[in-house]
């Protein structure tokens, strides 16, 4: 009996995004891809098999229209920082809370059963306004009547990731870096291993109702992440741990910067350690990749990416 199902994915078309639908479509799922903007992505993301969609996330009837057909929706949306200048909660409140809600009112509509939602490891502790708003959508998809799965990653790697990748470019620039929350803990899952548990969650009846918290194998502190992608660029350069009251206003100052490649919110995050408890990866029968298996492949591949565009900036 085949297993294919028809999946509408929200976010598909971002790092994870990329990766899933790649997995997906290896299944032979009918993949429609929903998106704020199809010419943005439509060059990277059009393939045999997977459909992609403009559509607005926060016009329910939009939404529907678009989810009509599908079995299975997927919730990949997220973001790291409120778009505007300053520390405001308006853009986390409306990309995770909003939008889910929005989302659940559309799967009800359209006669979607199945909601596949990813979240982050600690969501709904501390501070900050991310893990706040992510607890929210968490909170509503539990409540809502469709069978549901959450996924609560650590911070996830691979080619094109904002861990490694970020600071690989920071690192080509900068001698030194200091940085706040030095010493936050993480345990990175590969997004190889973070799609095939998606994978394997839409074959698993078993799934529904469970959260399962992503993380790899490794445990390693923000300098300790900064200090291996150097080591492993074979460059030299000096981590300078800040103490918390100039991390703070660090990101302080970060929080006006337009892009804000740090914010006080970041900050905020970084005080909850983003390490697990129950391993949801050993739970769905997969094996989690040690970083040193992938990290030098991620990083000759960012390498080249930035000499292409060196070699361009240069011609143009
Ligand atoms: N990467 C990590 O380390 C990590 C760790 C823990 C959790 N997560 C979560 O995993 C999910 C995927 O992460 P990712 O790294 O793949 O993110 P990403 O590359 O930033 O992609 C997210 C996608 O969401 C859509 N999007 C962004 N802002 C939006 C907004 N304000 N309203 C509606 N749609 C918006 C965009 O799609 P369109 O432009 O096509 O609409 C974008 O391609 C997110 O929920 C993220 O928070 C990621």
């Not at 997927?74 to 790291?80: D, H, R, S, T, Y």
Request: with cysteine; aromatic share 6%.
């Amino acid at each position: 009996m085949s297993t294919a199902r028809a999946i509408g994915i929200l976010g598909g078309t971002g790092f994870v995004g990329r990766a899933l639908v790649e997995r997906l479509r290896a299944d032979g799922h009918a993949l429609t891809v929903i998106s704020r903007n199809r010419g943005k992505h439509a060059q990277r993301l059009l393939a045999p098999g997977v459909d992609l969609v403009e559509c607005d996330p926060y016009d329910v009837a939009a939404l529907a229209r678009a989810l009509r057909g599908c079995e299975v929706a997927i919730n990949l949306v997220g973001i790291l920082n409120d778009p505007g200048l300053g520390d405001s909660a308006r853009g986390f409140e409306r990309a995770h809370t909003t939008l889910t809600s929005t989302l659940l009112a559309a799967c009800e509509r359209a006669g979607v059963g199945r909601l596949l939602q990813m979240s982050a490891l600690n969501a709904g502790r501390g501070h900050s306004h991310y893990l706040r708003t992510r607890g929210r959508a968490e909170e509503l998809v539990k409540a809502a009547k469709i069978e549901w799965t959450i996924f609560q990653p650590s911070v996830i790697f691979g080619a094109d990731d904002g861990l490694f990748c970020r600071f690989a470019a920071l690192l080509r620039l900068a001698p030194l870096l200091p940085l706040a929350r030095a010493s936050a803990k993480f345990e990175p899952v590969y997004v190889g291993d973070v799609v095939e548990a998606f994978a394997r969650t839409l074959r698993d009846p078993a799934t529904v109702r469970q959260t399962y918290e992503l993380y790899g194998p490794d445990v390693l502190t923000l300098a300790q992440v900064v200090r291996l992608t150097a080591r492993a660029q074979g460059r030299h350069r000096l981590v300078l741990p800040l103490p918390d009251a100039l991390g703070r206003m660090q990101a302080f100052a970060m929080d006006f910067v337009p892009g804000k490649p740090f914010s006080s919110d970041n900050y905020r995050s970084l005080l909850i350690d983003a390490v697990g408890g129950i391993d949801g990866l050993h739970r769905l029968g997969i094996e989690p990749t040690p970083i040193a298996a992938k990290l030098g492949d991620i990083l000759g591949h960012a390498e080249q990416r930035q000499n292409r565009l060196d070699r361009y900036r240069a011609r143009n």
